[in-house]
């Protein structure tokens, strides 16, 4: 029996790049090449619903959602049995796939091989695998400096914890790496620089302004969980 692929086809990274960063902007659904992976379902992630989500609330029984903490009613987490694994799963599909979270449309786990983070909870070691699979590939120059911007943003993001809205867990601190990896790349040519970080949270407010006023990041959080 042959055992998983070494590698992945992440696919050249600008023209992912570009389609990651819109459809984070939009929180459109992304198109991951999964290919009957379900790591993401299976590594004890919290899944938040948001309320305008009734078609998902419809679809998932009441007794598995639960109020987000510190958001206000209608906000919903759907959280993982005692192996980690979504309800939803069964039978090694999703059982409301056409009917599944935003945040599950969304969800590419190609984001933290982008910017360099994985997982780091034991119970996130199939994710943590998946990720490190992925390869992207540089056709151009251009490419290899857009993917050193984004690890270069995930590094700046983790050192400037104090002074930024870092979130606590890797995807979304890779997703926003991704948003603002423009800060790091110079406008008049296809190289490196490192920003201050007013001009970061400038970026940031253009991005997320609901985020910034004011900046808060949980205290105490541990990376690698949703």
């Known amino acids: 029996m042959s055992g998983p692929p070494e590698t992945i086809d992440a696919g050249p990274f600008a023209t992912w790049l570009v389609a990651t960063d819109a459809a984070i902007s939009a929180q459109e659904e992304t198109q991951v090449p999964c290919g ?3 790591a993401c379902c299976t590594s004890s992630q919290f899944v938040y619903v948001g309320p305008g989500e009734l078609d998902t609330i419809a679809h998932i029984p009441a007794a598995l959602l639960f109020p ?3 958001l206000p009613a209608g906000h919903y987490v759907l959280g993982y049995d005692e192996e980690g694994r979504c309800p939803m799963l069964v039978d090694g599909g999703c059982s409301i796939y056409e009917h599944r979270p935003r945040a599950c449309r969304v969800y590419d786990c190609r984001v933290m091989a982008a910017a360099g983070v994985e997982p780091d909870l034991p119970e996130q070691e199939d994710l943590a695998a998946r990720v490190r ?3 992207f590939g540089h056709p151009s120059a251009t490419d290899r ?4 911007a984004v690890r270069a943003a995930a590094r700046y993001l983790g050192a400037h914890h104090h002074q930024l809205p870092v979130p606590p867990n890797a995807p979304q601190l890779a997703a ?3 948003e603002v990896h423009r800060c790091f790349v110079d406008d008049e040519g296809p190289r490196l620089v490192e920003p201050d970080v007013q001009a970061v949270l400038v970026e940031l407010s253009r991005r ?3 985020e910034m006023t004011p900046i808060r990041r949980r205290r105490g959080a541990r990376r690698g969980r949703t």
């Open 208 to 210: 997320r302004p609901a």
């Open 176 to 178: 926003l790496a991704v």
């Open 145 to 148: 400096v857009l993917h050193e």
């Open 68 to 70: 987000a903490p510190g």
């Open 133 to 135: 699979q992925w390869s």
């Open 36 to 38: 009957g992976c379900t």
